[in-house]
């Protein structure tokens, strides 16, 4: 999808039906990967590159409202981007706004 700016700083990168419950869909905002969950009907958005060594959170499986790494198993979790499982690691989150059945990312969350 191609990335189009609204006037408030925000980004569309899907309609809601594309992006079902319990799946993410990868998208490019602002030239970063950013997967983005639905999780019982609730968006989150993240940086789609683990901090560990750089594995797709977008592929990796989601249990509640934590995604596991696909290739170490470092969970983080989605409200946050904060690694469930210590050792201090954290990825970034986004804003994430649903306006009439879109969905758009926004800037980067405060911890
Ligand atoms: S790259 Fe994600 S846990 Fe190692």
């Not at 009907?41 to 499986?61: D, Q, S, V, W």
């Not at 290739?71 to 804003?95: E, I, K, M, P």
Request: aromatic share 8%.
């Amino acid at each position: 999808m191609t990335e189009q700016k609204s006037d408030v700083g925000l980004t569309k990168v899907a309609r809601v039906e594309e992006i079902p419950q319990g799946h993410c869909k990868v998208v490019t905002v602002n030239d970063k990967p950013i997967a983005v969950f639905n999780v019982q009907g609730t968006f989150y958005a993240i940086y789609n590159k683990c901090p560990h060594e750089g594995g797709p959170l977008g592929e990796g499986r989601v249990k509640g409202h934590v995604v596991a790494c696909p290739w170490h198993d470092l969970s983080f979790d989605l409200r946050s981007g904060v690694a469930t499982d210590g050792g201090g690691y954290c990825v970034g989150s986004y804003q994430v706004v649903v306006k009439e059945e879109e969905v758009f990312v926004g800037g980067k969350r405060p911890r």
